[in-house]
């Protein structure tokens, strides 16, 4: 991970068209991004990744794609009209913003200067809005704060469409909208965010018994327990899933095997496993909704933060929802020959934003001797995958650098630049982490080879242009080490 610091890392995002403040010439608006062309495109990657690695690698967990705004009863049966809120505090002495829980106020000192908060009152984060446009005869509604409970509100429908069987997840992304008191650290807290979640049912006797337990059992992670918080502890200990679970310190499988799985996600697009911790809930810090949450960690330059909550919501929010509706929330089960409500044991949330937050700070390196800074990307999130430059714009080699990238286009995510020296061209890559680069030169027009450059190591090989797409393709799926294409 690099140090570099969270303003510093939005001036540079900003500078490379990844992601701006919104309406920025009307002053902005804090906790508001808009994503760049950059951005897009990248955006789209950890979501695909998500999506392919949550939902469709799997034969237990289906999507949706839920309504933003809702029937307002929604809010009230899932508690977060009477129970999402949060204290307000203004610091006595600077004067800056912030947000606790209940059981922080009085013990918290201000991040900025070490000052003393003053109770401000305690806020709900929901936006409203009207649905109807004449006043009188509209509802007042809500902009969702999370996805999750569209999955619990379908629940129903998507069971008896999809004909599922526990154990069984419904999975889901999209925006979310939360009134942040002080909205901060570029986009780790934002009024306007997206979340990847999935809500996972099982049957309530099976909390420990997950089938899929042995695929984790030798996974390591730092974890930071309850426990060792009570006792003053804030450094975790690096074991096993198995050695968690014999310990009791994870007390149910199915809680251990997913917060192990997320971390793999993150670890398979190239993040750095220790850079990242489990941290469990005190009692105090709890959800109102859930029996036991722990959450993924990360060290950003500003601490160790949550990149993902996982809580064990039990069967609260299927339960609300039937009182609320009158529906019955229930499934049949064979071999109990009864009706039960699932539970959902653990429900892994997690923001784009702070993934993509992760993605970047861990790929930056500023490197002093290149003298530009390299986002050394997992291929996968890079945005662009290739740029093909002509060594010169004249003699042809402009023309056969053009008919290069057309070839390569076709493949993959490219870029054509013909402007600046080459080494200029090379950093600009770098800086926003594009694995290769194929130059085409006058040799090229001689014999129909092309160097190709990887950004890690700025080394190059030369390949026929014939063989160019294959090559490119190897590489950027891991296929070939760079290293072996050279030999
Ligand atoms: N459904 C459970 C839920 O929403 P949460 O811990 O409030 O739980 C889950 O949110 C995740 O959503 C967080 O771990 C974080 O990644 C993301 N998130 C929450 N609030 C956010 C905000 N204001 N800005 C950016 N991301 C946020």
Redesign the pocket.
Known sequence: MSDINIEKLAAFCKKKGLVYPSSEIYGGMA?FFDYGPLRSEEHRTPEDSWWKFHVQSRDDIVGIDGSIITHPKVWEASGHVSSFVDVAVECKKCGSKSKLDRFEVGKVKCGKCDGEYVDKGEFNPMFTTQVGPIKKDSIKAYLR?????IMFVDFKQVVETSRLKLPFGIAQMGK?F?N?IS?RNF?????E???M?IEYFIHPKNVNNCPFIAEVQDHEIIILSSDDQSQGKTKGTKMTIKQALDKQIIKTQWHAYWLALEHKWFISLGATPDNFRIRQHLKTEK?HYALDTW??EYKFSFGWK????L?NRTDYDLKQHMKHSKKKMTMYIQEDKERIVPYVVA?P???????FLVFISDAYEDDKERGNIVLKLDPKLSPIKVAVFPLVNKDGVDDKAKQVYKEVKTCFNSFYDRSGSIGRRYARQDEVGTPYCVTVDYDTLKDNTVTIRDRDTTEQIRVKIKELRNVLWDLLNKKVLFKEVKK
């Open positions: 906790g704060p999370e996805t999750a409970q979310a939360r942040e909205p986009l780790f807290r934002c009024r965010f997206e979340q979640e959800s959450d993924l949550e990149l993902q909550g809580a429900e949330s997690q923001g784009v934003d702070r993934a």
